[in-house]
């Protein structure tokens, strides 16, 4: 940049020269053509001669700032006054840009005022050690917002086994009556309705938005604890990707946000701009300001599942356990060349639709057209990755998708029907009692992960091991599969001898074997011999009169208070929280 110097710059370059040490922190210099640089940590200032007024030009670097000479010399400004100017002046500027943001931040906060509520939740959780009765109930308070069709989204944990669910909005003192109309616990969402019309009065809904890129800045706003107001908490995106939900214990896409999660925030929005972002709904234990939102295709999809079937469907899987093709001398055994990436699938779930087309030992290279790396992963978004499982979890149920194979050195596609899968051993069991049968003080249950959590926060050292193992690895053979144990013993003189029997699998009655509770209960009322025989693990085995056996077991369910020999969903009876809120619904519009 040339510029020529007037006359009248002269003195005042000598005069910035002179005392430039004095005010800038770093270095200033004037170049062989007379322009005038002074640095500083913030500030670069240029005197020109010709220029009439103040002005900031901005470059990609950093800002400049011109002042016109003339009007200096005329002003009789020292150096110190000229930079006091310019840097009010950008001063203003900043304020002016900030104030921008604030109230684009304010308006956002204020929109979400009017559709996040408070929900107090009153819940009694079963007791699986004696599943013929609940534990104590307990009260929680999570967060919640407005959706359109005037329902409320909102966490599955906050009303997750609920008997009881109230909900209040910003700014009122009166608690509404509200019902869960849906709930899907693998993806940790549920969905309620308000009947009251005065609720409805002056609330807005919100708009979903996208998934936000990282260091994108978000606003959670709830009722965590330590407070009965409304909280609003801001934080960036650190990570985006597939993370274990807690409550469902299941692996679906999430958000990492470093704004502080805490109990009572949860269910409640995760606001970008003037949408949402997500869901708040849990925070990694042991560190601080780590929290995590469930993201907008994980809702979308609950959401789309209830409207078109109008109940949760849950989230599809494949049904394979696959292997990472990372080892050279692996990819070699099975005819995978340089340029060809992908995963060993090892086992298949035999009630998926997979198990009929795929085999072990295929590699899997793309799914609906998306390779797969070696490691498992496809890519997402700019030169970010996550696991294929993703793709799978997103599709809708009963939906097709192609599958590139590549089986004994050669490619095949297949076209694969997706379905939500249930494990042999249920992860999780919500809003219902545990299913039960007692006979003879034998009490008979089918295995699931609560019960062996019922053994303490270190269950899985502590469960019985052989259990476990089933649990976590045993996959279905067939539809409606149960994997059922003698859980405990009632003492009476029936089954003296038989009382160290227990959390042991009972695999046949009378020489048939069992496929699930629902039978076993049904081949020993239907008994027609003398004795009645349970073959269990460990080749331990029970032999009762029958006759003798149905007298006693009366006798022991007097004595120990239970209500019913066998659980209400064996006869028939049983009915879930969302059924009654459904039958509920129809008894007011009648």
């Known amino acids: 940049m040339q510029m020529l110097l007037g006359p009248s710059l002269r003195s ?15 270095y200033s210099s004037i ?34 700032h011109y002042f016109s000479t003339s009007a200096a010399v005329a002003a009789n400004l020292s150096t110190k006054e000229i930079v006091s100017k310019v840097t009010r002046r950008r001063q203003r500027r900043r304020l002016a840009k900030t104030c921008g943001k604030t109230t684009n931040a304010y308006a956002a906060i204020e929109l979400a005022l009017d559709s996040v509520v408070k929900i107090f939740t009153v819940s009694s959780s079963p007791n699986y050690g004696l599943p013929w009765q ?30 009881f669910v109230l909900v209040r909005k910003h700014g009122s003192p009166t608690k509404y009556r509200a019902q869960v109309e849906a709930v899907g616990h693998e993806c940790d969402l549920a969905i309620l309705i308000v ?49 274990q939900y807690v409550h ?9 946000i470093d704004a502080a999660i805490n109990p009572g925030n949860s269910g409640g929005p995760a606001i970008m701009g003037n949408k949402v972002a997500g869901v708040a709904f849990q925070n990694l234990s042991g560190a601080e300001n780590i929290g995590y939102i469930i993201p907008v295709p994980v809702i979308k999809h609950f959401i789309t599942g209830v409207v078109e079937h109008g109940k949760y469907v849950g989230f599809c899987s494949l049904g394979l356990s696959c292997q990472t093709t990372e080892n050279v001398q692996l990819r070699n055994n099975f005819g995978m060349r340089s340029e060809v990436t992908g995963v060993l699938v090892n086992k298949i779930n035999p009630l998926s639709d997979a198990h009929e087309i795929l085999k072990k030992d295929d590699i899997i290279l793309a799914f609906d057209g998306v390779p797969i790396a070696n490691d498992g992963t496809v890519a997402f978004r700019n030169r970010e990755r996550i696991t294929f499982d993703h793709l799978v979890s997103m599709k809708k149920p009963n939906e097709n998708s192609l599958v590139r194979v590549l089986r004994d050195g050669k490619e095949h596609e297949f076209s ?60 279905p053979k067939k539809a409606g599969e149960q994997l059922v144990i003698l859980s405990q013993v009632l003492m009476d003189d029936i089954n003296a001898g038989y009382e160290r029997f227990a959390d042991l699998q009972v695999k046949k009655v009378n020489g048939a074997e069992i496929e699930n509770l629902k039978h076993l209960c049904q081949l020993v009322e239907n008994c027609s011999t003398e004795n009645l025989r349970f073959d269990l693990d460990d080749d331990r085995v029970v032999v009762l009169n029958y006759d003798v056996a149905k007298i006693a077991t009366s006798k022991i369910l007097k004595r120990h208070r239970i209500p019913s020999a066998m659980s209400g969903d064996l006869n028939g009876e049983q009915i879930s929280e969302i059924e009654l809120a459904s039958r509920h619904k129809e008894w007011s519009q009648s």
């Open 12 to 26: 005042l370059r000598r005069q910035l020269w002179s005392s430039s040490s004095s005010i800038f922190s770093n």
């Open 31 to 64: 170049n062989s053509s007379g322009l005038l640089e002074t640095f500083s940590n913030t500030l670069r200032l240029i005197i020109l001669p010709s220029t009439s007024s103040l002005s900031t030009i901005s470059t990609k670097n950093c800002n400049f």
């Open 134 to 163: 609940n534990k104590s109930q307990r009260e929680t308070t999570g967060s919640g917002f407005v959706i359109p069709g005037k329902k409320i989204l909102t966490n599955a944990h906050v009303v997750a086994d609920s008997t």
């Open 195 to 243: 009947e009251s019309d005065e609720f409805w009065e002056g609330m807005h809904f919100l708009e979903l938005g996208d998934i936000p890129f990282l260091q994108q800045a978000v606003a959670v706003v709830g009722y965590p604890q330590g407070g009965d107001n409304i909280s609003v908490t801001k934080g960036v995106v650190s990570r985006v990707e597939p993370t």
């Open 248 to 256: 469902g214990a299941t692996q679906l896409m999430a958000i990492q």
């Open 416 to 475: 694969i029907t997706l379905r939500p899968l249930q494990p042999l051993v249920p992860v999780h069991q919500f809003d219902k009692l545990p299913s039960y049968y007692i006979f003879a003080g034998l009490v008979f249950i089918p295995l699931t992960q609560p019960y062996l959590h019922e053994y303490g926060e270190d269950w899985y050292n502590t469960s019985p091991r052989r259990l476990c193992e089933r649990a976590l690895r045993e996959l």
